[in-house]
């Protein structure tokens, strides 16, 4: 397997994947990806981009901002009727008393219905945002370019689809209006305390611009603890996927104490990190609480003393004065509630502005491949492929193909070989356009790629890879995965076709059997098989096949070689592959080395060039030699000459 070994995914590791790290290196730099990036509490660019998700609910917003108001009123408001009430009673006018307490009851009334006509309102608007977001991110993801996930982690954009959506609802539902009825709550209680007596006004906002001072230090020290929280739990999260993911490497070498060891200081620091961002939400009530108790006190000690100062007070004045105190406490004690509410909102309205940057940015990322306005729509593919001197770099000035010039006719099967990061799997990852050449074109049936819809391209094209991806589902539905609503008929005889059907029907449940997660509660050969039977039924006109055949057994070969000539059988097909009978029974076989196109020919016409082919050749021809004669028995059939061009076929042949 080695020389050609690996050859899809090798060539794919080499080509993409070395290359890939570096552009993903670079892209780390950009906030707007990192998970550690908070945000600012306001982002005005946020805001906007928010605008046309909100335009057509509109109606329902302005009433949920309706009601926030009344809810507003009805938990401020009270605090003047019952001051009124108070002096009403210290005067002795106990028939206005009646009206003070039906006002409040009413106004307790609305404040309920209007609280929860707001919470459901919010609730149906949030979620919707959250359906909509979610669905326009998960159409736009489907369509970016494969180039695109190179740089990114897929896990980084589940993150996006999920928790940065999750956090924009959160928002919208609650915490926007939350933070509006908090800087009204706030305006109401400035206003009526300014309006009942300016001066103990003063003494009770002496206090606020303080309060200010220490909250703008501490906001600094919080936005800080709590991005090195982020940090931490994403190491925590990522250590641990690594070690379950890994588990049977990680057994069969010894590592669980040294990872546990490890996963320990990871879980120390996630928890040291945690307890300093809980002290500092803890500085933060008992803040505002001693707020509180000093701003009461300031208007208990100034209205005593205005009391001392004016000797003996008449009755109405008095109880003027002592209406103006409880007013005074108790705004006092609702004014400092949405200060503190803010405080704690702090964090969430950036965690929704880092979010909703994100997600934008997503959703702004235009595809590097993207259908022209006067795009062909195919109808039908004869299978004509031509490469016109293709060039193509994944990184600028690392060149991974050069002057590859290839004419295919229909029908034809193509054998690509080389060694590792020749550029192989570019090739064929060319064909289907999931990059765009650098340079030069590839024409289908005379048409350059480009100039074609990439869906209309795509649908006469299939793909097996070296590892078959499986779905979670039934086994007919990943058959019919290509072909949706396929009949019975259509994939049970696709799946005989290839040689699956046996083995299907012996799993209970035959074709209605459930697949774990990629397949796992089958073989490899059996998946293998499921991904060819899934090629047949859709009938490609244009087959790509990037070492289907690297991880079976010989048994397997067999029936895998079987399934293979009805799978090529009259379709133009590019096959990746190791296994001699494969590369033996192709109409051309190209060598690539470093790039370039070095050999073509027929397995013969290539052999009797004994050139960068033959001697690959017999290096895996020897390779897989001793893997069916048994190493010892090999080496002395070496030594006696008996293995060479005209050796026999190892098992798996033709």
């Not at 009942?196 to 009770?204: F, I, K, M």
């Not at 990852?429 to 819809?453: C, E, F, P, Q």
């Not at 259509?490 to 299907?504: L, M, R, T």
Request: net charge negative; proline share 3%; hydrophobic share 45%.
């Amino acid at each position: 397997m080695g020389m050609w070994g690996g050859g899809g995914a090798g060539g794919y590791s080499s080509g993409i994947g070395g290359q890939r790290g570096m552009m993903r290196g670079g892209n780390r730099g950009n906030d707007g990806w990192d998970e550690e990036y908070l945000g600012k509490p306001y982002d005005a660019e946020v805001v906007r981009k928010m605008i046309p998700y909100l335009r057509h609910r509109r109606r329902a917003l302005l009433i949920a901002f309706a009601c926030m108001l009344l809810v507003s009123v009805s938990i401020y408001v009270p605090a003047f009727f019952i001051a009124k009430a108070t002096e009403d009673a210290l005067t002795g006018n106990a028939g206005r008393i009646p009206i003070w307490a039906g006002t409040l009851a009413v106004l307790g009334v609305a404040g309920w219905l209007a609280g929860m006509a707001q919470q459901l309102i919010m609730a149906r608007v949030g979620t919707q945002l959250l359906y909509e977001l979610r669905s326009e991110m998960y159409e736009h993801m489907q369509g970016l370019s494969l180039s695109f996930y190179d740089e990114m982690e897929v896990g980084r954009m589940i993150s996006r689809l999920t928790s940065d959506v999750t956090v924009m609802q959160e928002l919208l539902s609650t915490g926007s209006l939350t933070f509006a009825a908090d800087i009204v709550g706030i305006a109401i209680a400035i206003t009526l305390l300014l309006n009942a007596d300016w001066e103990l006004a003063l003494y009770t906002l002496a206090v606020v611009p303080p309060l200010i001072f220490v909250l703008t230090i501490w906001a600094r020290y919080a936005r800080e603890a709590f991005i090195n929280v982020r940090i931490r739990i994403s190491e925590l999260y990522g250590n641990l996927g690594e070690s379950l993911a890994g588990v049977r490497t990680v057994q069969s070498l010894n590592r669980e104490e040294e990872n546990a060891k490890r996963f320990d200081v990871m879980n120390q620091e996630n928890r040291n990190a945690n307890i300093w961002a809980g002290t500092l939400t803890a500085v933060v009530v008992p803040l505002i609480e001693l707020c509180i108790a000093v701003s009461t006190a300031a208007v208990l000690v100034a209205a005593g003393l205005r009391a001392l100062g004016s000797g003996s007070l008449p009755s109405g004045e008095a109880a003027t004065i002592v209406g103006a105190i409880v007013l005074f406490i108790l705004l006092i004690l609702r004014f400092f509630e949405p200060i503190r509410d803010l405080v704690m909102q702090y964090t969430m309205l950036q965690r929704a502005m880092a979010g909703g940057q994100r997600i934008f940015e997503v959703l702004e990322t235009v595809p590097r491949i993207r259908d022209r306005d006067d795009a062909l729509e195919l109808d039908d593919v004869e299978g004509h492929v031509d490469f016109e001197n293709v060039q193509f770099h994944y990184v600028e000035g690392v060149p991974v193909l050069q002057d590859f010039d290839l004419h295919v006719e229909a029908g034809e099967t193509i054998a690509l070989v080389g060694h590792t990061g020749s550029g192989k799997t570019t090739v064929t990852t060319l064909i289907s356009r999931g990059y765009d050449v650098s340079g030069g074109a590839i024409k289908i049936d005379g048409h350059d790629v480009r100039d074609i819809k990439r869906r209309s391209l795509t649908q006469f094209m299939g793909v097996v890879l070296q590892t078959p991806y499986l779905f979670s589902g039934t086994i007919r539905e990943n058959i019919e995965y290509g072909k949706p609503g396929a009949t019975d008929e259509e994939i049970e005889a696709a799946s005989k076709a290839v040689g699956a059907h046996d083995f299907i029907s012996r799993l209970p449940g035959a074709y209605h059997h459930e697949l774990h997660q990629r397949g796992q509660n089958i073989s490899v050969g059996q998946r293998q098989l499921l991904s060819f039977a899934r090629a047949v039924l859709a009938a490609p006109r244009i087959l790509i096949l990037d070492e289907a055949t690297a991880y079976v057994d010989t048994q397997t070969e067999v029936i895998i070689q079987r399934a293979l000539r009805n799978l090529l059988q009259n379709r133009t097909s590019f096959v990746i592959a190791h296994r001699l009978s494969t590369i033996r029974e192709a109409s051309r076989i190209v060598v690539l080395e470093n790039g370039r196109m070095v050999e073509i020919g027929t397995h013969d016409e290539l052999l009797a060039k004994d050139g960068v082919y033959a001697r690959l050749y017999k290096m895996t021809y020897e390779q897989e030699q001793d893997a069916s004669l048994g190493e010892d028995e090999a080496a002395i059939r070496r030594r006696r000459g008996d293995l060479g061009e005209a050796a026999p076929e190892p098992a798996g042949g033709k």
